[in-house]
């Protein structure tokens, strides 16, 4: 006896085949598109695996790659184009599509998608897309950097400085301002943007009061950020920030007064200035005379300077009472100066070895308590004769 029967001219068997034919998927296992949804997270430079794979029979179509979802999406990876990063795990299957993003980057961050789509007669038709796969990109802060006041500030002055860092994430950092290894009290660092971002900047501020002895001081700002194995420092040198005036002071060898047509010299200390430029010159009365004899620029222990200069010149009798000037003009600022008079004594006239001078007896007559002296000396020689002459005649 048959098994089959025919039908129409075919026998069952046949039309069951002709059935399983006409329905999409039957006889086939059904088509899958297999992608985890975990959070990834890498740090920066990394390199990204992102794994996509499909299952079952799946329609002629490519596989492609993308960033973010919706009408903003970044094509990420397709069989055909350019993407200097992005390389395929397995080159030649028709299953797994996982790819990798070398020297991951913080742009890198975002939700990834794997979509399958199918061939048409004009675009290729999207028939279906992943979840999507958070990524996380972990980057570390740039190497601090601290910058200064525009022009150098004087001692007592209050300063600020800056330290600026960029390109972490995630946006939590701390920093701590330094002096000579002493922490500084400081306000909050900004951190931009203040919305969520795939990477961030931050700026911090702190203010110093400079002293005379910060030449040699430093200055650090230390962050922390969790992808740091060790906090990151930026220093910065306060002599660059630092201007100290020059202490004047002008004495004389020998001192004040002295005698007429003697060599006299007069010194200039400017001591204990920075930086080191400065020049002295002299006035003599408020005129620029010689430049005098300057000593080699010295270093003092604290990281200032000393510069000395002399000048020589001769007690003239034109010169007494003469000012002398020292002006210093130090890092462009305006002239600061000390002044020293020249005070010459007057010794008094030796007597002449030939008695008197017509000019000393001049003098002496001219005493109006000499003549009133030689007046009652005559009358009393008078008052005596007389009373003498009186006594006789008794």
């Avoid at 958070?134 to 300063?159: I, K, L, Q, W, Y």
Wanted: with cysteine; glycine share 8%; proline share 9%.
């Amino acid at each position: 006896m048959a098994l089959s029967t025919p039908v129409s001219g075919l026998s069952l068997p046949w039309l069951v085949l002709l059935l399983l034919l006409e329905i999409p998927g039957a006889g086939a296992e059904e088509f899958q598109l297999l992608q985890p949804q975990d959070p990834v997270w890498v740090s920066a430079g990394e390199t990204l695996t992102l794994t996509c794979s499909v299952t079952g029979h799946a329609p002629p179509g490519a596989v492609k790659w993308f960033k973010a979802s919706g009408g903003g999406r970044q094509l990420v990876y397709a069989e055909r184009g350019s993407f200097p990063r992005v390389t395929r795990a397995v080159s030649v299957s028709d299953t797994d599509f996982t790819i990798r993003i070398s020297d991951t980057r913080p742009a890198d961050a975002g939700t990834y998608h794997c979509v399958k789509f199918k061939k048409g007669l004009g675009a290729d038709e999207e028939i279906r897309s992943g979840a999507g796969t958070a990524v996380t990109v972990s980057a570390s802060p740039s190497a601090p950097s601290v910058s200064g006041p525009p022009s150098r500030a004087e001692p007592d002055t209050s300063v600020t400085f800056t330290c600026t860092s960029g390109g972490f994430s995630p946006r939590d950092i701390t920093v701590t301002w330094l002096k000579n290894g002493t922490k500084l009290p400081a306000p909050q660092p900004r951190v931009l943007p203040e919305h969520e971002s795939v990477s961030y900047n931050m700026s911090s501020t702190v203010g110093v009061s400079l002293t005379r002895g910060d030449v040699r001081s430093q200055l650090t700002c230390q962050i922390k950020h969790s992808t740091l194995p060790a906090p990151l420092r930026g220093t910065y040198n306060l002599s660059d920030a630092l201007r100290v005036p020059p202490r004047l002071r002008v004495g004389t060898d020998p001192a004040a007064p002295v005698a007429l047509n003697e060599s006299v010299t007069f010194t200039c200390h400017a001591e204990g200035f920075y930086p080191k430029n400065a020049s002295l010159t002299w006035l003599e009365n408020g005129n620029e005379t010689n430049l005098g004899k300057s000593s080699p620029l010295a270093e003092n222990p604290d990281g200032t300077y000393t510069l000395q200069s002399s000048l020589e010149v001769k007690a003239t009798e034109q010169r007494n009472q003469s000012m002398f000037t020292c002006q210093v003009v130090h890092d462009s600022q305006p002239p600061a100066s000390a002044s020293q008079m020249l005070t010459i004594s007057q010794p008094p006239p030796e007597p002449s070895k030939d008695g008197p001078s017509p000019d000393g007896d001049q003098i002496l007559f001219s005493s109006s308590a000499l003549w009133i002296g030689l007046f009652l000396e005559k009358m009393l020689t008078a008052a005596f004769l007389l009373f003498l002459f009186l006594r006789s005649k008794e």
